[in-house]
T-cell receptor
Framework: SQKIEQNSEALNIQEGKTATLTCNYTNYSPAYLQWYRQDPGRGPVFLLLIRENEKEKRKERLKVTFDTTLKQSLFHITASQPADSATYLCALSPLREAGNNRKLIWGLGTSLAVNP | DSGVTQTPKHLITATGQRVTLRCSPRSGDLSVYWYQQSLDQGLQFLIQYYNGEERAKGNILERFSAQQFPDLHSELNLSSLELGDSALYFC?????????????????FGAGTRLSVL
């Protein structure tokens, strides 16, 4: 069956450390994968998109990798801050020729707590 | 502020009733998506509209329906409500086509409507 999985356990780290979150998928061949941040009671906010032919993408303190052989994406936050505390969701497009159909399949998210 | 507006923010109703959730996408966005989020199931894609036409369907129940109007706002209708329909309902929008491939695949979410069915 098709699945997208993220660490179900909350991740607690110390301020200044690097947080690494994992997204694994099975039985999909996504053309791209996205990461979003969600704060309690609010809608997800887009962070990064990585395409299947890209190994790594960076934006300020954020870095995402995409390994289509391992069927895994890693999301890193360097020099983490308490303000980075939130739930992080990965999402993939199950269709390779999406056109205007941009259905996304979402992981359940990983909760990150950065302690001062 | 994402630019996507959802109303109402909260809705409390009884089982068997019908409600309508409203979404105004970002200015210029042609695609609208509806999602249901509950604690145990995460974010579930319901349906997508593009410029007034249905484009993709997810796990949307037959009791639920949606439409997108000529001014691009969208409504999600939930009928014969059950306790299990209590959840956060999100609307998202994304830009039309164009040369920026990444930009048109980003979804911008509203603040959601919290539905409580008692």
């Amino acid at each position: 069956s098709q699945k997208i999985e993220q660490n179900s356990e909350a991740l607690n780290i110390q301020e200044g450390k690097t947080a690494t979150l994992t997204c694994n998928y099975t039985n999909y061949s996504p053309a791209y994968l996205q990461w979003y941040r969600q704060d309690p009671g609010r809608g997800p906010v887009f962070l990064l998109l990585i395409r299947e032919n890209e190994k790594e993408k960076r934006k300020e303190r954020l870095k995402v990798t995409f390994d289509t052989t391992l069927k895994q994406s890693l999301f890193h936050i360097t020099a983490s801050q308490p303000a980075d505390s939130a739930t992080y969701l990965c999402a993939l497009s199950p269709l390779r020729e999406a056109g205007n159909n941009r259905k996304l399949i979402w992981g359940l998210g990983t909760s990150l707590a950065v302690n001062p | 502020d994402s630019g996507v507006t959802q109303t109402p923010k909260h809705l409390i109703t009884a089982t068997g009733q019908r409600v309508t959730l409203r979404c105004s996408p970002r200015s210029g966005d042609l695609s609208v998506y509806w999602y249901q989020q509950s604690l145990d199931q995460g974010l579930q894609f319901l349906i997508q509209y593009y410029n007034g036409e249905e484009r993709a369907k997810g796990n949307i129940l037959e009791r639920f329906s949606a439409q997108q109007f000529p001014d691009l706002h969208s409504e999600l209708n939930l009928s014969s409500l059950e306790l299990g329909d209590s959840a956060l309902y999100f609307c998202a929008s994304s830009p039309a086509g164009g040369s920026d491939w990444v930009a048109k695949n980003i979804q911008y979410f509203g603040a959601g409507t919290r539905l409580s069915v008692l």
